[in-house]
Every structure is written in structure tokens, then in C-alpha cells.
């Protein structure tokens, strides 16, 4: 066999060794060695491998399968601009902090910077984006290539799994031609067989841990008096550790503080989690009286603008957070600690603290409810948003692209995910990627014993991942319904300050961008099921009916942009003035 060749059985080994499930394959010549053991290794059973024409959409369905397994999926590239293709999802997947492994295929050196086809410079392409960028050397038939193979493999899977900072790695591997096996010569220098007993060639057993203690034993580290204050708020944003939510409702249920939780925190649950957050904090007259003296922030928080003025207007700022680059986005952080901390031994305590955010939400819940009502079964995003949680199966998924879909929900329906998990890709918010993500999410989420999963998204999100539905007929489907809240552009400008009046002229142009495309026949030309729904009464069927039965599109005609920015103020006015005859 030919160097190109053995090099590409190796690491598929080692990759296999080191606990690599998935991998994603975008088609290419240069990338052919990769590909070819890859393929092998699905025909033995050893991975499942998914192939997609469009580089960019691989990175993302790889970013998918990672973000909900928490083992790194493989994305496996040609050369050239087929590989810079995959830096929003490596952008992605490092400020989410997800796990995955990017093998780009390039030329060799001699031919790189000559003019030679298809020939970038590749090293360091994704220079600070990563947690390691490897430049592999070109194989050759010498002693010591396999071991060089192998612990570059297992370094890299250890290094976008850390237990500190998870996150991508890139692995640049330039092939010398032949790039196809040649199995007139079966001969090898060396052994190619790894470690005994299928072990990595190098395992990582470095413990990092992050241990919680008690709340009061925090604020020793800041306060001479260590009892902590009566009146606080836990903010609970996007964030990986499953642990945490039960340590978030045991400590907000010991002190009797409310718990606010965006989608992906996965809080909903948590005993004194409130359905209206958003809406309180952004109640000026509720906030004057309910300004909190500590806030505890857990994981990447940001996604409303009410809830970061309380966290900067709070007296003390915890952020619990893990990473090396915690998140702060208020720059109000007096301490930051790696878990959420215990319930403590010393705490003043305020049963009318938790009673008065609880009537608020209780308020809030029924305002929103009769502007609501007002609505008939006609269909709004808000209105989506919340028929879709509430359709979520037990042990599902629900994944929310950015923008007005995951604020809806996280404003709307925050505690009507019970069982089921929320993910979104919320380290940069981006709406690229969305549906791939989505695919990957669903297919790892099923694998691991999951129930069925639903993405909503919104159209424009929906039409800027369009290939992610350009799939193969022998590519593995998961059981993914997908619901595009439509209303042909960009609502979420209409609800911020390029939708005033004075901006009107230009506002279609250059931030409503309607596409007037029908998705319905482009669902019907790539061969995916789709319905079409104008009212909350189909909806709600469509959702029964479609969930759990493969890949399949429901679309939700909803009211106009202005007509929907209109209905949020009025839901706002609505709250303020119950909130303001409590």
C-alpha cells in the first residue's frame, strides 16, 4: 500500500480507538485516502458515517452531532476553499465550547504557493479559532511514521475534549499522490497494529474539576461576612454541563430565589424558575423595587437586554463559569467560580422576596394570556413559539436557531419544557448552520436513547441552511420535524431600533430582506415532506401528526413583521399594567 493510503487507515484506527462515533464526509479528490478508510470503517459497523455535497453544512451537521453527544464527530474536507468552508461551524463549536476535528486535506509542500490547483495556504487557517491547529508532515515508508500518526490523533481528540476548554481542532494532513490504495503492494516497514486491547496510542487522564462548595464559603473569598444576602436572582444561560441544573433548583429552592433560565440553560424545570423573566426585568416600575443584592449568572448569558441591566444594576455578581474566557458581558463580575455553588450554611432569608416575583409572573402569565386570547387562532411567532414547546415529546429535543424563534421561547414558553432538552448554536448566535446543526443534534440525541426532535427556525434562518436538505438517499434521517416560523424576512429588526418609524425608507431594503420564495416547493423538490399552516388549530396538528415520523418541514404562515412588533408592545403594556396594580 502507498504511504497516502496506510497514514489514512492509522488514523481512522486511532480515531476509532480514542472513541470517534461519527464522522462527515464532504466529497474531493485530495481528501480521497480519508474518505475510502472511513468508508471501510462504516462497512465493518465501526462509525457511522454521513456524507454532504456542501463543506459548509458538513462542519455544521459535525457541530450538531458533538454539541449533543459531547464526543467530537470527525469533518473531513478536500483542499483549497472546500476547507475554509468549515470556519463558521470550528467559530461556532470554539465559543460554544463543543468538541470536533477537522481533517482538511491539502497538497504537499512543494506544491503549495506555485500556483498549483486547488492550493491554498491551509496551515494555521484557522489560527485562533482553535484549541490546537496540527500541520502533519507528507507520509512516508520510514520507521516511526505510525506512532507519529497515532499520538497526533490521540493528542488531538484529547485536546478538543479538555475538561477545562472543550472545543475544535484542526488537522491539516497533506497527501502525496496516489491518493487511491494500491494493493498490488501490501508491504510496510513497520507495524501498524496500536496499542494493546484497542487502547489509544495515548490516553488523557488529566483530571480537571471543578468542586462545589457551599455559597457562604464563596463570598468568604470577598465579603468579611460570609451570610449571604436575602434578595437574589439566578440567571441561567446557554451552557453544556448537565449537572448544573440540579444544583441551580437545589440552591434557588433553599434560598428562595427566582430562577430565570434562557432555553438552552435546560432550567425551565427548576422548582422557582419563572415563566416571564424577560418581561419582569424589563417592568421599570416592578426592577425599581426588586433591584436584587446578588445575582449568580451560570454559563453564556446575554440573550435579553432587561436581564443584563438587572445583572449589572445587582449589588454582587457571581458568574459561574468553567472557561478560561467566562462570560461577562456586563463586566460586572465581582467573582468567578468553575460550578454552581452548594446551598449555604449562613443565608438571610425573605419568603416575600420569591412570593412577589412569583405573583409578578402569575400577573405577567395572564396578560400575556388575554392579549393572546384577543389573537384567535391566528398565528404570530409568539404564538408559534409556544405551541412548539409545548409540542416537544418526552425525552425530545428542541433545537432554536437564533434571533426572534429562541427569544419567543425563552419570553413565552420558558417552563413548558419539562423532560425534554433545548440546544441552539448560542456561542456566537449566528443563524448559518442552523438546520445542519439541527440534523447532527437530532442524530446523536436519538442515539443515546432520545426521543424525537423538533428545530424552529425562522424563514430566513431556514433559507440560509436550504442545503443542509440536500442529503443523499442512503444518508441516515433522524426523526426531525422542522417548523419555520415564516414571515418572509427579518421580524427580529422589526422589534429593535432599526423598525422606528424614522429608519422606514430603507428598512425592506437593507434589514427586512423579503424573498418571497415559496418553501413549500422547495421542500417538494428536494423530496422532503412539508405542510403548510395559517392557524394555531393546525399547527398543533400538524405537530402531532409529524413528530417522530423521519425529516419533515411544517410551515407557519404568521402575521406580518409590523403587525408582530406591534403585538410584543402591546404585551408589554399589557404586563406593565397588571405588574403596576399588584
Given amino acids: 500500500m502507498n504511504p497516502s493510503t496506510v497514514q489514512a487507515l492509522v488514523m481512522v484506527d486511532e480515531l476509532l480507538r480514542c472513541g470517534v462515533t461519527d464522522a462527515v464526509v464532504a466529497p474531493g479528490a ?37 454539541k449533543a453527544s459531547g464526543i467530537p464527530a470527525v469533518v473531513v474536507t478536500t483542499s483549497g476553499t472546500a476547507a475554509v468552508n468549515l470556519l463558521p461551524a470550528i467559530v461556532e463549536a470554539d465559543h460554544s465550547a463543543v468538541p470536533l476535528i477537522a481533517l482538511t486535506a491539502d497538497r504537499p509542500p512543494r506544491l503549495r504557493g506555485v500556483g498549483a490547483n486547488q492550493s491554498i495556504e491551509q496551515v494555521a487557517l484557522f489560527s485562533g479559532r482553535t484549541r490546537d491547529e496540527i500541520d502533519m508532515a507528507v507520509a512516508t515508508d520510514k520507521p516511526g511514521q505510525v506512532a507519529y500518526w497515532r499520538s497526533t490523533v490521540a493528542r488531538a481528540v484529547a485536546r478538543c475534549t479538555d475538561a477545562m476548554l472543550p472545543g475544535p481542532v484542526s488537522v491539516n494532513v497533506p497527501f502525496d499522490t496516489p491518493l487511491v490504495p494500491d494493493l498490488s503492494s501490501d508491504g510496510w516497514v513497520e507495524e501498524l497494529a496500536g496499542r494493546p486491547d484497542g487502547r489509544p496510542w495515548t490516553a488523557d487522564a488529566r483530571l480537571v474539576a471543578g468542586m462545589s462548595t457551599p455559597l457562604d464559603d464563596v463570598l468568604g473569598a470577598l465579603l468579611d461576612s460570609a451570610v449571604v444576602p436575602a434578595h437574589g436572582v439566578i440567571i441561567v444561560g446557554d451552557h453544556s454541563e448537565a449537572d448544573s441544573v440540579d444544583l441551580i433548583d437545589d440552591l434557588g429552592d433553599a434560598l428562595g430565589w427566582p430562577v430565570i433560565a434562557e432555553p438552552s440553560g435546560n432550567a425551565g424545570g427548576c422548582a422557582t424558575a419563572l415563566s416571564h423573566g424577560p418581561l419582569l426585568c424589563a417592568d421599570a416600575g416592578f426592577m ?25 444594576a445587582a449589588d454582587l455578581h457571581i458568574a459561574v463559569d468553567s472557561r478560561p474566557d467566562w462570560s461577562d458581558p456586563t463586566r460586572s463580575a465581582d467573582l468567578v467560580v468553575a460550578s454552581v455553588p452548594l446551598p449555604p450554611e449562613a443565608a438571610h432569608y425573605d419568603e416575600q422576596w420569591l412570593a412577589d416575583w412569583q405573583r409578578a409572573d402569575v400577573l405577567a402569565a395572564a396578560a400575556v394570556e388575554t392579549v393572546m386570547s384577543a389573537e384567535g387562532d391566528r398565528l404570530s411567532g409568539v404564538s408559534v413559539a409556544r405551541i412548539t414547546a409545548q409540542s416537544v415529546p418526552e425525552s425530545g429535543l428542541l433545537f432554536l436557531a437564533a434571533s426572534s424563534v429562541v427569544r419567543h421561547v425563552s419570553t413565552f414558553a420558558a417552563t413548558s419544557i419539562r423532560d425534554g432538552s433545548v440546544l441552539g448554536n448560542r456561542g456566537t448566535s449566528g443563524i448559518d448552520g442552523t438546520l445542519s446543526t439541527a440534523w447532527g443534534s437530532a442524530i446523536a440525541h ?34 426531525l420535524t422542522i417548523v419555520v416560523s415564516d414571515n418572509d424576512g427579518g421580524g427580529i429588526f422589526s422589534t429593535l431600533e432599526q423598525g422606528h418609524l424614522d429608519h422606514e425608507e430603507h428598512f425592506e431594503r437593507v434589514f427586512g430582506v423579503p424573498l418571497g420564495i415559496d418553501i413549500e416547493a422547495f421542500a417538494n423538490s428536494v423530496g422532503v415532506p412539508v405542510q403548510v399552516v395559517s392557524d394555531a388549530g393546525a399547527l ?14 411544517i410551515v407557519a404562515r404568521v402575521m406580518d413583521r409590523a403587525e408582530e412588533a406591534a403585538l410584543v408592545e402591546t404585551v408589554s403594556i399589557a404586563v406593565a399594567s397588571a405588574l403596576s396594580h399588584q
Wanted: no cysteine; glycine share 10%; charged share 20%.
Fill in 30 to 66: 485530495r481528501s480521497t485516502p480519508l474518505a475510502l478508510a472511513l468508508a471501510e470503517a462504516e462497512a465493518r459497523g465501526d462509525l457511522r458515517l454521513h456524507v454532504r455535497l456542501d463543506e459548509r453544512s458538513a462542519g455544521y451537521l459535525a457541530l450538531g452531532l458533538g
Fill in 288 to 312: 425599581e423595587s426588586h433591584v436584587p443584592n446578588i445575582v449568580i449568572t451560570v454559563g453564556r448569558v446575554g440573550l435579553h437586554r432587561s436581564v443584563l441591566t438587572m445583572v449589572a
Fill in 446 to 479: 436519538e442515539s443515546m436513547g432520545g426521543g424525537a426532535a423538533i428545530a424552529l427556525v425562522g424563514d430566513q434562518a431556514f433559507w440560509y441552511d436550504s442545503n443542509a436538505l440536500l442529503v443523499p438517499k442512503q444518508e441516515e434521517r433522524p426523526n
Fill in 540 to 553: 398543533t396538528a400538524a405537530l402531532e401528526s409529524a413528530v417522530g415520523d423521519g425529516v419533515s418541514i
